[in-house]
């Protein structure tokens, strides 16, 4: 009996082993969690004189028409408003438009400065410098503004230019790597391609000298 | 001939009142104007008209249990405190250059307006009366005698109530910023807002040359939004032609 069931035990290791050796590689299926980052780019490009249209009104009751001067081309060159009297008020339609695109989902945020204050040249004044607090400002562009719209300051920057009076931007690497709060001009707070167009206002002090004046206005565009 | 002496007066009536019209005419002319840019930002609150307390707790809450917060494994990506920094993305296009030719003002020397901005550029004003003392000044000249004239730009007779804006509504509406000389006195008049003509700021006799300060006083309503507002006010030089 005993003969028997050692026989037929046998005979089961063998059919089993047999069958084992015959049979197809087991499959197993699960699953993995993989967590990543897509890293947040931010590009930005600003146009002057971005819409046909563009250049300088106002200057009401100084006796001149304003016109914009030959630097100012379409989708280009110099925000240019031509001559200005001082003590007046002019509005420089579509002056400039930035667009950005950023997959920062947190939105950005954009700073407008000058890279410093307003340069008199041809002649040079004395002192040769004229504040650009309180006589250049930004406001969105909308065909109903005039010179009189309320608009926002811009201001001279804490950073350092590069390049002759900022040409090549402004290094805010001393300042802690981002302007300042007050010159924020725009934010959102979504991703995308985006733009905005602006207006620029000029108000003349009657304490003004008689000069040419230019600047770097300045755009830095940082993700939220 | 009776008739013919009647119709030679009428002429002649005629004739003296069109040359005193005439001479009216040519008494004065605007010798030029300038505008004033006041900016003003209403700050956000309206003073409180109430005060609501909070609830007070009457009897204890029978429904207290423990509170269950939901938590991800791993609770930061980066830990708070840590010597890490992540670097935001930013862009900074080419700088858009701005350019403009500085003239001498011709009529400089008849009138002038000599800002006195804040340091903020513009002001901040709470709901309800603020008075800004010397928020410019006027410098006024001529040759002959002249008055000053003042008016809220934009303004018309008939444009009604509506048609104004804070802070210088239209007439009727009375205007919520008003000025004083306090050269002249402590009175302060609501800004005209009738249209061009305007009230009479001060007045110069022949070859006087002034300058006085100009008191600014607002009053908010509680009905005006916050935000951001300008008032133009336009100031004409009336000139005794020679």
């Known amino acids: 009996m005993r003969r028997r069931a050692a026989v037929i035990a046998a005979a089961t290791l063998i059919l089993t082993t047999a069958r084992i050796a015959h049979a197809a590689p087991a499959v197993t299926t699960g699953s993995a969690q993989l967590n990543y980052k897509v890293l947040p780019t931010v590009k930005a490009q600003v146009v002057p004189n971005y819409l046909s249209g563009f250049g300088p009104t106002g200057g009401?009751?100084?006796?001149?028409?304003?016109?914009?001067?030959?630097?100012?081309?379409?989708?280009?060159?110099?925000?240019?408003?031509?001559?200005?009297?001082?003590?007046?008020?002019?509005?420089?339609?579509?002056?400039?438009?930035?667009?950005?695109?950023?997959?920062?989902?947190?939105?950005f945020v954009v700073y407008g400065e000058g890279a410093t204050d307003l340069n008199g040249s041809a002649p040079v004044p004395s002192p040769a410098t004229y504040p650009i607090f309180s006589t250049l400002y930004w406001l969105p562009s909308n065909a109903s503004n005039s010179p009189f719209t309320p608009a926002t300051s811009f201001n001279k920057t804490n950073g350092n230019p590069i390049g002759a009076n900022g040409l090549n931007g402004i290094d805010y690497t001393p300042v802690g790597g981002t302007p300042s709060p007050i010159s924020v001009v725009w934010t959102s707070p979504t991703s995308g391609?985006?733009?905005?167009?602006?207006?620029?206002?000029?108000?003349l002090s009657g304490a003004m000298p008689a000069s040419q004046f230019n600047v770097y206005i300045v755009y830095t565009v940082i993700g939220n | 001939m009776r008739y013919r002496n009647l119709a030679g007066l009428l002429a002649?009536?005629?004739?003296?009142?069109?040359?005193?019209?005439?001479?009216?005419?040519?008494?004065?002319?605007?010798?030029?104007?300038?505008?004033?840019?006041?900016?003003?930002v209403v700050t956000p609150s309206?003073?409180?008209?109430?005060?609501?307390?909070?609830?007070?707790?009457?009897?204890?809450?029978?429904?207290?249990?423990?509170?269950?917060?939901?938590?991800?494994?791993?609770?930061?990506?980066?830990?708070?405190?840590?010597?890490?920094?992540?670097?935001q993305s930013s862009a900074q296009p080419t700088p858009v250059p701005v350019q403009f030719v500085a003239k001498p003002d011709p009529n400089?020397?008849?009138?002038?307006?000599?800002p006195h901005p804040p340091g903020a550029g513009f002001y901040t004003v709470p709901y309800g009366t603020t008075v800004l003392p010397c928020a410019f000044e006027i410098f006024t000249f001529y040759t002959n005698s002249y008055k000053l004239q003042d008016w809220g730009y934009n303004t018309t007779k008939t444009g009604g109530p509506n048609s104004g804006t804070f802070p210088i509504e239209n007439?009727?509406?009375v205007s919520d910023l008003s000025w004083a000389v306090p050269d002249f006195g402590p009175i302060f008049t609501p800004y005209w807002n009738q249209g061009p003509g305007g009230e009479t700021t001060w007045s110069g006799i022949k070859n006087q040359s002034q300058q006085h300060c100009i008191d600014l006083k607002i009053v908010v309503p509680n009905a005006q939004p916050a935000g951001s507002f300008t008032a133009t006010i336009q100031y004409n030089l009336y000139v005794t032609l020679p």
């Open chain 1, 193 to 203: 391609n985006l733009v905005q167009g602006f207006d620029y206002e000029l108000r």
């Open chain 2, 171 to 173: 007439y009727p509406t």
């Open chain 1, 60 to 107: 009401l009751g100084s006796g001149l028409t304003p016109a914009a001067g030959p630097s100012a081309v379409l989708n280009g060159g110099t925000v240019d408003f031509g001559n200005v009297v001082v003590g007046y008020q002019y509005l420089y339609k579509y002056a400039a438009q930035v667009k950005v695109q950023t997959n920062d989902s947190a939105g």
């Open chain 2, 108 to 114: 400089a020397a008849f009138l002038r307006v000599i």
């Open chain 2, 46 to 87: 309206p003073a409180p008209v109430g005060w609501l307390a909070p609830k007070k707790q009457g009897l204890p809450d029978p429904f207290v249990r423990n509170v269950q917060i939901a938590s991800a494994g791993a609770a930061w990506d980066v830990a708070p405190g840590a010597p890490v920094m992540i670097a």
């Open chain 2, 12 to 40: 002649l009536a005629v004739l003296a009142v069109l040359t005193f019209g005439s001479q009216a005419d040519a008494l004065t002319g605007l010798k030029t104007f300038k505008e004033v840019v006041i900016s003003i």
